[in-house]
């Protein structure tokens, strides 16, 4: 979700749960602190997402969303999920260092361990425009925001602006199928985020 380039040097490809290839992004420590200072209280604001709800956030990483979220939005159940056992460790242990009440759990966005209807928003910070597989696991992921989203719940997701300002190389060409999830309508946007509720 940073507004700073990616680091010049490709991280290396890793394994994550059930073998899923994929590329993940290296650790700035100045983009985590200007995301959890400035950015995403930003986009908490712009988007005035719902306080005291049960919120998922995709694509967790180091989970420095996820105390952000706990102080801002005071959900009544906070769950991240990652693909990388060593990125949902230091998760873990970020939830455990700030005392908040929250799950970080080991998972495919593309085939999420939840049940159906689980959350009232699940949040993005990027991911799906990044998974493995192209068009194909970005589809996959989508729907599968479908499926644990109640009726009338919001998917919050970064833009296409904000990715090419972020990601410039990694993210050329690459679009989120929405016409394959058609239950997810547009309903809110402030440039760098958007808002989908299910219908």
Known sequence: ??????????????QGQGGAEYLPFGNVEARNGLQARLEIPTM?????????????????????????????????????????????????E?????????RVIEGDARRMPFDKESFDVVID???CYHLSGGTHGARNALREVDRVLRPGG??????????????PVRSFGRRLPWKDVPALAAHRSSVLWAVRRKH
């Open 44 to 92: 908490i604001r712009a988007l005035r997402l719902p306080i005291g709800v049960d919120i998922l956030e995709i694509g967790c990483g180091r989970g420095i969303a996820l105390p952000v979220l706990s102080e801002r939005l005071m959900p009544t159940s906070l769950v991240g999920l990652d693909i990388d056992p060593t990125l949902v460790a230091l998760a873990e």
């Open 154 to 167: 919001w998917f919050v997701h970064e833009t296409r602006i904000a990715q090419r300002l972020a990601h």
């Open 125 to 127: 910070f990027g991911t």
């Open 94 to 102: 970020r939830v455990a260092a700030s005392g908040i009440e929250a």
């Open 1 to 14: 979700m940073s507004l700073l380039l990616e680091p010049a040097a490709p991280p290396k490809r890793t």
